[in-house]
Structures are given as structure tokens and as C-alpha cells.
């Protein structure tokens, strides 16, 4: 007995957002305007962390949690009013 596969029907698999033009347009253009406001360094700094998080999703996980975490502690020091160390 063999079976046969219909693969005809499947647009229902793909993301209605991804067929809107003006939806894929005004994010080219937000990221545009973001684009403009940050220094080549920046933009460099997200490139390497896009490529870590693309292509080594653990570790870029753990550099997420340990800058969240750094971020927490940084404003938690300021509510309380304590001055900062400098390191």
C-alpha cells in the first residue's frame, strides 16, 4: 500500500504578517530611523550579538540572562538611592 502525500493546502502554515507589504515596509523603516540614530559601534555590537544568537543560541541566551540581571541589580541600587560602585 503506498501513501499518498498532499502537501497542496499548506498556506495556512505561513504567517498572515509576512504576506502584508505595509507591515514589511514600516519595520524596514523603523529599523532605518534606529539605524540612523546609532554610532557605527552599535550597530556592530547587534550584528555580533545577532550572528551569537543565530548561530550559538545557548550562549547568547546566557549573555541575555546576565545582562537582565545586571540590569535589575543597577536598578534596584538607584530606587533604594545607594550610589553605584565604580568598578
Do not use: C, F
Amino acid at each position: 500500500m503506498v501513501e499518498v502525500i498532499n502537501h497542496q493546502g499548506r498556506g495556512h502554515m505561513e504567517p498572515a504578517h509576512h504576506n502584508n507589504v505595509l507591515t514589511a515596509e514600516t519595520g524596514r523603516q523603523g529599523g532605518l530611523k534606529r539605524a540612523e540614530r546609532q554610532s557605527a559601534e552599535e550597530r556592530r555590537a547587534l550584528a555580533r550579538y545577532a550572528a551569537k544568537a543565530r548561530w550559538h543560541p545557548r550562549e547568547a541566551q546566557a549573555i541575555r540572562e546576565r545582562a537582565q540581571e545586571i540590569t535589575q541589580l543597577v536598578k534596584q541600587a538607584l530606587k533604594d538611592g545607594r550610589q553605584l560602585p565604580l568598578v
